[in-house]
């Protein structure tokens, strides 16, 4: 009398196996099974009746009952599950760019390729993540094709050698865009028509980076540059011999910059300087005072959420701007502003709250909170004890600036609407580049060269580009894409001594979100 395991193939091709309790008969001398005791399917089995069933034979026997150690060892044990589905993603867009083959040929190395695209799909999915590159690809997620990293060695060279490519590398980006345009739910053009330029910063005390990457008018980053401050004076004149076409031909929309001294630098190039625009929040600017009263102003709808209004400045009103607003930055602007005031109020509370702790009015820790160049605007004294509380005024008039920008065409070649577009796609493409890009002293992507501060500047921009391009097909933000996908997990199994990988079910959201992105599903072989 024995336990006996037998197995069925579904039309499906799913394997369902049974569990009886049978013994071997010969009949017409052929042993036979004969079926005593049927358990039903194994998965629908509660293992508690083959426990029990152990447990009273070892009782009527006298003997210690070590039933659930080989009933323990007979199941499988899962060992791992990590996710698997947004990765897989990234790594189809990548291959159907065309850029993993390229940069294999590039770098003569497919170890090297998929080295890359590991830190690529870091910065995408968890640029914040504390762990090194072979640590996060080995527990965090899984990459395709990416075989274990000893260390950080692999990915510092594979960044150092993605650098001597960076020409190529943008060529290869520009013509597997305009290859894939034919496919479904694409982009209409891969031409760049704004040029935005602003400083990243660097890291270990080295001088910020200046960053410029081509957008075109869907906001996808088809082509990226980046300098070192003594070499900020080439800017102009490298992204003129990169961009296809020329501003003269009518390719370019605007060149938009964050800082007045970088719009110099760029109005150097006579090919450029018909078409930059400087802009900066109403909160920072100079001319604040002067803009103020036009707020309240008759504003003009250029967009879902965008409004503008042209303004002239001066006594003689010769200084043209452009009063730009936002409701999307608006409601960004006030959840800041809300977080920081809850911060204030904690630590107001924190320095009145125990007597024994010495804060009062004059302690050390509210001086400090006052003194704090962002959270310290927000406080003022109070007349009658001189504590420190929040003043209503200063957060009223904070609340006017919401979504409020100052926008300076150098020149009148440029129009209201330009500016504005220009604009918004310099405000979405710096946020989501430095959603990517901070913080940047985790390994391997701290560093102390800084070439490997470019290095790190092509990663971010190759991340921008694949989650770009999905949220274009999906018409879905990157981070909900993302936490979808990612509940596809590949499932490790410890069995009969060896490992078994599985990845769990791929459910019809999910599959939609492949689909849209022209990515094959994958197979829960894994």
Excluded at 106 to 131: C, T
Excluded at 516 to 524: E, I, L, N, T
Aim: net charge positive; aromatic share 4%.
């Amino acid at each position: 009398m024995y336990l006996r395991k037998t197995q069925r193939k579904n039309r499906d091709g799913r394997v369902v196996r049974y569990l009886q309790i049978a013994r071997n008969q010969r009949v017409d001398g052929t042993t036979r099974a004969e079926i005593l005791l049927s358990f039903g399917r194994e998965d629908a089995l509660d293992p508690g009746v083959l426990r029990r069933l152990a447990d009273s034979i070892h009782r009527y026997l006298g003997e210690t009952s070590d039933a659930t150690q080989p009933l323990a060892e007979s199941l499988p044990q899962v060992e791992a599950a990590r996710p698997v589905g947004a990765a897989w993603l990234l790594d189809g867009l990548w291959q159907a760019l065309g850029i993993g083959p390229a940069l294999t040929r590039l770098l003569g190395d497919a170890g090297a390729e998929r080295v890359v695209f590991a830190l690529v799909a870091n910065r995408a999915l968890a640029p914040e993540s504390p762990r090194p590159l072979h640590r996060w690809a080995a527990e965090e997620v899984v990459v395709p094709g990416l075989s274990e990293l000893d260390g950080n060695g692999a990915a510092l060279a594979a960044m150092d050698r993605l650098l001597e490519r960076e020409a190529d590398l943008r060529r290869t980006v520009r013509e597997g865009m305009a290859r894939a345009r034919g496919a479904p739910k694409a982009w209409a053009s891969t031409r760049p028509r704004d040029l935005v330029f602003f400083d990243a910063p660097g890291t270990d005390g080295l001088p910020p980076l200046l960053v410029g990457l081509a957008v075109t008018d869907e906001g996808l980053p088809v082509g990226c540059w980046s300098w070192h401050a003594e070499d900020a004076a080439s800017a102009p004149g490298d992204c003129l011999a990169d961009v296809p076409g020329s501003a003269a031909a009518g390719s370019l929309r605007t060149v938009v910059v964050r800082s007045s001294r970088r719009s110099q630098l760029l109005a150097s190039e006579p090919g450029l300087r018909p078409l930059v625009v400087t802009g900066e929040s109403l909160r920072t600017s100079s001319e604040t005072s002067e803009t103020l009263p036009h707020l309240a102003g008759r504003h003009r709808r250029v967009g879902t959420d965008l409004t503008v209004r042209e303004l002239r400045l001066g006594e003689d009103g010769r200084r043209r701007r452009v009063l730009w607003r936002s409701t999307r930055e608006a409601e960004h602007e006030a959840v800041q502003r809300a977080a920081q005031l809850d911060f204030v109020r904690a630590e107001l509370a924190w320095t009145t709250a125990d007597s024994s702790r010495r804060c009062g009015p004059d302690s050390s820790a509210q001086q400090e909170l006052l003194g704090h160049p962002l959270l310290g605007r927000w406080l003022s004294r109070c007349p009658g004890t001189g504590s420190l509380v929040v003043d209503p005024d200063a957060v009223d008039a904070d609340a006017r600036l919401d979504g409020a920008h100052l926008l300076t065409p150098l020149t009148s070649d440029v129009g209201t609407d330009q500016a504005a577009a220009g604009y918004a796609a310099l405000l979405r493409t710096e946020r989501a580049f430095s959603a990517m890009a901070s913080p940047r002293y985790f390994q391997p992507v701290y560093h102390r060269l800084e070439d490997r501060g470019r290095a790190h500047v092509l990663l971010c921009w190759l991340a921008l580009l694949l989650t770009s391009v999905a949220e274009l097909r999906t018409a879905r933000p990157w981070a909900s894409i993302a936490g979808e996908l990612n509940r596809v997990r590949k499932l490790t199994f410890r069995h009969d001594g060896g490992h078994r990988h599985r990845l769990s079910r791929v459910d019809a959201a999910q599959e939609r979100l492949f689909a849209a992105c022209g990515v094959p599903v994958p197979s829960r072989a894994g």
